[in-house]
């Protein structure tokens, strides 16, 4: 008999036990598992070792994430997978596991906590302002922990909106955080200066990758609310890299509107954005982003074109 098309649970529960999944990751980013096991590889012994960890602890960990896909393992021995090797191992320069402290922060799991109070209210149940109440911490987490994914794009974006070499020109990186996307315009440009607008605590994380990238002196930092501080003026780009799904339609037209005000003639504003097809279906990444915002803001979304 052909049980093929017959109805199954595997999604449901593996949906259930996802959380299991990521802490499982999480652990091994914590305990430099990835790291430790290096172009070699290891066994659970001489992980234990290096991690400072229970050789029973290392076997059980690595062989979930064998499992997982994280892993290889040939007899008692692990070793990389091409992708754990460049994302999760430090010594590598696409390191990505500084991701985990924002993705797994206490932030966002508390918001995921309450979805089902989040869909009776229609907005997070984290209290007035969710994840953009003034200063919130989580934001200094993800400019520690996230800078990392935006480089292809914002490498990308600054080759796209070339700007004249033949002139001083000048970016405003709107809730810049890591700065990566406006920094990454003052690489292309030696004319381009930039500035970085965000909360305080955050532009330490700005002006750090700005000397790590030797363009502290072209960077310039306003501190405070976008909605709040006066931009200046004669922007030749202004980002917006990954903010407007935060707020209401209304909010970002307010916020478009004083954007175009601070532009040069001819200048352009960069909206860097999580967009849903027209059925809000797909693509999937861009389509289950809405929950994010339903969970942690009063009133975001992941916007359509």
């Known amino acids: 008999m052909d049980n093929g098309d017959a109805p199954s649970p595997v999604l449901i529960l593996q949906t259930l036990n996802a959380y299991q999944r990521s802490n499982a990751l999480g652990a091994a980013i914590e305990l430099d598992l990835f790291t430790a096991i290096g172009e070699s590889g290891a066994s659970s012994a001489e992980l234990a070792q290096r991690c400072a960890a229970a050789e029973r602890g290392v076997r059980i960990l690595c062989d979930y994430l064998t499992v997982l896909g994280f892993l290889e393992k040939t007899g008692d021995r692990y070793r990389l997978t091409r992708d754990s090797a460049v994302f999760l191992d430090k010594n590598s320069p696409a390191y990505a596991g500084g991701a985990a402290e924002f993705l797994l922060s206490d932030h966002l799991k508390e918001a995921f ?70 920094l990454s315009f003052a690489e292309h440009s030696p004319r381009t200066s930039v500035v970085a607008l965000d909360w305080a605590p955050v532009l330490q994380v700005t002006r750090e990758n700005a000397r790590r990238m030797g363009l502290s002196d072209r960077l310039r930092t306003i501190e405070g609310s976008a909605f709040e501080v006066d931009f200046g003026h004669d ?11 935060h707020f209401d339609p209304p909010t970002c037209v307010q916020l478009l509107r004083k954007c175009h005000s601070a532009l040069r ?5 960069a909206i860097v954005e999580f967009v849903p097809n027209p059925d809000r279906v797909s693509p999937p990444e861009a389509a289950t982003f809405s929950l994010v915002m339903l969970a942690s803001t009063e009133r975001g979304d992941a916007y359509t074109f």
């Open 113 to 182: 906590a309450n979805v089902a109070t989040a869909v009776r209210i229609g907005g997070t149940a984290l209290g007035e302002g969710g994840s953009t109440a003034p200063e919130h911490p989580m934001w200094l987490s993800f400019a520690r922990g996230m800078g990392w994914m935006m480089r292809p794009g914002a490498q990308a974006l600054a080759g796209i909106l070339a700007l004249d070499p033949e002139r001083d020109t000048t970016v405003l990186d709107i809730a810049a955080s890591h700065g990566i996307w406006g």
């Open 235 to 245: 922007y030749d780009v202004i980002l917006l890299p990954n903010f407007l799904h």
């Open 265 to 269: 003639e001819n200048g352009r504003v």
